[in-house]
């Protein structure tokens, strides 16, 4: 019997929020509940925690924020591509039409997270956690997800092609509705993984099975 994925939670935000302003973002600070319009960087600060947070059309630019913790944010139509978001914590987050070009979430721990027609290809997810993670019709195109764990991993309908899994388990990770003709990964670590009939091909190789034409 298939296992039942885990209902993904949804941030939890007040209906209204005022604007607020995070200019002064440094390490160890704290912000809570507003709505965030105003480009952030060039900054680095460490362990900054965000709290019921919605940020509109915000551009990040050379961005570091290593150590960060975000709890009930939503991320809309915002460009994070190459910030720094090593080692950080993602709790009921949302990224909605966003960009995340080579975005670093290595080492990160992402609980009750998803990312929804998000371009994100090379964004970096190596020794990331992955707790009820969903990407839905994201590009994700020459992306790492080496030596990670996940459990409820979603990938939906994006496009993995070129990703590497290598030294990360896919059992039960559907695959079937993704778009691809290649990804790095090992025969121990696709086993359990779900595909379509017609993606069969394809991972004959990994097996070390040959076809005779």
């Not at 105003?38 to 290593?66: R, S």
């Not at 691809?180 to 099975?209: K, S, T, W």
Request: contains cysteine.
């Amino acid at each position: 019997m298939r296992k039942l994925n885990r209902r993904i939670q949804k941030p939890d935000l007040p209906e209204q929020l005022d604007p607020i302003n995070v200019d002064e973002l440094k390490g160890h600070s704290f912000f809570e509940m507003g709505t965030v319009k105003k480009a952030i960087g060039p900054v680095h600060a460490e362990g900054v925690n965000f709290e019921q947070l919605y940020f509109n059309d915000v551009t990040f630019t050379e961005t570091e924020l290593p150590t960060s913790q975000w709890i009930d944010v939503i991320f809309d139509n915002c460009d994070l591509s190459g910030i720094q978001l090593n080692s950080a914590r993602f709790s009921r987050v949302e990224f909605r039409n966003c960009k995340l070009a080579g975005t670093d979430f290595d080492r990160a721990i992402m609980h009750d997270v998803t990312l929804t027609d998000c371009q994100a290809p090379y964004v970096l997810c190596n020794l990331t956690e992955l707790r009820d993670v969903q990407f839905d019709n994201c590009l994700l195109k020459g992306a790492n997800f080496i030596d990670g764990w996940q459990n409820n991993l979603q990938l939906g309908t994006s496009d993995i092609e070129d990703v590497q899994f290598t030294g990360t388990s896919l059992e039960n990770v559907d695959l079937s509705r993704c778009l691809f003709n290649h990804i790095h990964i090992d025969e121990q670590n696709l086993r359990g993984a779900v595909i379509a009939p017609e993606q069969a091909a394809g991972f004959i190789e990994v097996f070390g099975v040959k076809v005779k034409g």
